[in-house]
């Protein structure tokens, strides 16, 4: 049966491995957040229908989103983050549900069977549909004791009718003759150019206001020094360290069980001890002019690591304890309805020895700024004086609940408080205001010297500016040093233009144009009709991704658009 087991990881185990990842994020996506609980007022379960779908459902909403990752896997796409994940759920839903309108059938066996030739997951080493891929793909997806059965045909069928759907908004993308030319002239023009440039850092203007400039400036800008809301709290911590030794004495069943399921950590502790013992063996040798002994991998086992076996088994379960005891304390105020500070209160807390304490007043954004465990910290704001007790909490040391004490109303500190950050406030602001007002001066001073007949580059450099000369080059294949917002500036120029001030990285960048040369294109030409194919492709992508995000729109719960709005 290991044997199996075995073989059957090593010929399955990444798509098995990949499909446990998709499981975790929808879990994490579909559950985090919607399960009422004992410590948050939010008990009142409320329905957030998309399209029929209940998106507060891990039911119905976890099966989708089982199908969006199953997709994304299908057609070798990757999410990046959180909001592409939902965006293709609330995608795919808006879709289905259009598909059902307007009648697009599920494909026939034909159709279906033509449709997974396509897909990239089932290619083979030759860059062909592979059966075996295929095979082994569905084997190993369906292996997950918690992946439905059939889920992958499921995926494809809606993925097929999705398609059609999407080919159908589409459309066949509209465009304009004098679009195409615009773009492929644009593309082949050749320029010839030059840059100068004063580096934001290398300006040092003489900034001195005096202290009726910065309370007027303060006075204008006072809503950018408010404080947030902000929480008082406490927090009751139960140390690890006050259990050590409590625990029954493991026996060696139970020690060996923990070696094996810590065993890397155990044999990278055992070598990282042991490799300075190995060190001064190998010097000694040398020094004695031995030849360097051979290197011997030596096999950590359990009997030389027992000692630090059984120590991590000891804190591992000390851990262990002071978690249960801290989620006892929760459950218990929870359980018997203990109010804040009352009688009732401070005997649970002396009779679990431990006290209160306080925490500086923190607002939402800087929870992540703590020492403290920064999920403890934000759970501070589902709270009120009605659930004022967090869930038990990992921190350094062993578990801590927070205990919820009241919020500071968002307040403007008197310019007393601040005036520091004022000052460093109006200094930025006046020197980039300065800044733009020396790009000003110095086009002005460039325009002039290049009309009486200077070179640019000469001018330029009088003023000490850095100058870059790109000598000619078709737009389509600009130089990979020219900063492509300087480039799309020389094209809106006329030869022998100046463009205004640019900041480019840090650095303020005047455009010269040098030269410039746009051709007279046929209409047989190669470039004009690839350009208009591109954009033909790209308003029928436009329209399609246009119409969707509108389906989305319209789908969404009334609160949702208003938020958004």
């Known amino acids: 049966m290991i044997s199996w087991i075995q073989h059957h990881l090593i010929r ?7 499909t446990l990842l998709a499981v975790i994020i929808i879990a994490f996506v579909f559950t985090i957040g919607n399960t009422p609980g004992c410590t948050t007022d939010r008990s009142n379960y409320q329905e957030s229908l998309f399209y029929g779908i209940d998106l507060n459902s891990r039911l119905e909403a976890g099966e989708i989103g089982q199908k969006v990752s199953l997709s994304a896997m299908l057609n070798g796409q990757q999410f990046r983050s959180d909001q592409q994940f939902q965006n293709a759920l609330t995608g ?3 879709m289905l549900s259009l598909a059902d309108e307007i009648g697009i059938p599920a494909p026939s066996q034909e159709a279906l069977a033509e449709y997974i030739r396509t897909k990239n997951a089932f290619r083979g080493p030759d860059g062909n549909f592979s059966t075996d891929s295929y095979v082994n793909f569905v084997d190993s997806y369906e292996s997950n004791p918690r992946a439905p059965k059939g889920l992958v045909i499921k995926a494809l069928e809606e993925d097929y009718r999705i398609e059609q759907v999407n080919e159908a908004l589409a459309g066949p993308g509209y465009l304009l003759p004098a679009e195409a030319s615009a773009q492929a002239r644009q593309s082949r023009t050749k320029l010839s ?5 004063l580096a934001y850092n290398d300006f040092q203007p003489e900034i001195e206001p005096d202290e009726a400039t910065l309370k007027a400036y303060y006075e204008e800008n006072k809503q950018r020094y408010e404080i947030p809301e902000r929480v008082q709290a406490s927090y009751v911590l139960f140390e690890s360290e006050r ?5 029954d004495e493991a026996d060696e069943a139970e020690l060996r069980e923990h070696f094996a399921a810590n065993r890397a950590d155990f044999v990278a502790g055992y070598e990282a001890a042991n490799q300075t013992d190995a060190s001064s063996d190998g010097e000694e040798a ?4 031995d030849a360097e002994p051979e290197k011997q991998t030596e096999t950590v086992t359990f009997d030389k690591v027992r000692e630090a076996v059984a120590q991590s088994y000891a804190e591992q379960q000390a851990s262990l304890a002071a978690n249960e005891a801290a989620q006892a304390f929760a459950y218990q105020l929870y359980r018997d309805s203990i109010e804040l500070d009352s009688a009732s209160f401070n005997q649970l807390l002396n009779d679990n020895g431990v006290s209160l304490t306080e925490i500086e007043p923190y607002t939402e954004a800087g929870a992540r700024q703590r020492a403290l465990s920064p999920e ?7 709270l009120t004086g009605k659930r004022y007790y967090s869930d038990a909490y990992e921190v350094d040391g062993g578990y801590a609940v927070l205990i919820y004490k009241g919020r500071i109303e968002p307040k403007i500190p008197p310019y ?6 004022v000052a460093t406030d109006y200094s930025t602001q006046e020197k980039r205001r300065l800044f733009n007002e020396k790009g000003e001066s110095l086009k002005s001073e460039l325009e002039t010297a290049v009309s009486e007949g200077t070179a640019f580059a000469e001018a330029a450099e009088s003023l000490d500016l850095e100058v870059t000369s790109y000598e000619s080059f078709e737009v389509k294949d600009a130089p990979s040093d020219l900063n492509r917002s300087a480039l799309q500036q020389a094209q809106s120029l006329n030869e022998g233009e100046i463009s205004p001030m640019l900041t480019l990285r840090g650095t303020g960048t005047f455009v010269y144009v040098k030269s410039k040369e746009v051709p007279e294109l046929s209409e047989e030409d190669p470039d004009l009709a690839q350009t208009r194919t591109m954009l033909e492709r790209w308003a029928s992508f436009t329209t399609r991704s246009d119409l969707t995000n509108e389906l989305i729109l319209r789908g969404l719960p009334a609160e949702s658009t ?4």
């Open 12 to 18: 399955h185990g990444r798509w098995i491995f990949l």
């Open 92 to 94: 795919r839903i808006a």
């Open 193 to 197: 150019l030059a840059t100068a440039g």
């Open 243 to 247: 259990f050590t030794g409590q625990a």
């Open 286 to 289: 040398e020094a004695e002019g």
């Open 376 to 382: 403890m910290l934000e759970s501070a704001f589902a």
């Open 416 to 421: 007393e408080d601040v005036a520091a950050e």
């Open 562 to 565: 208003e938020t958004a709005e």
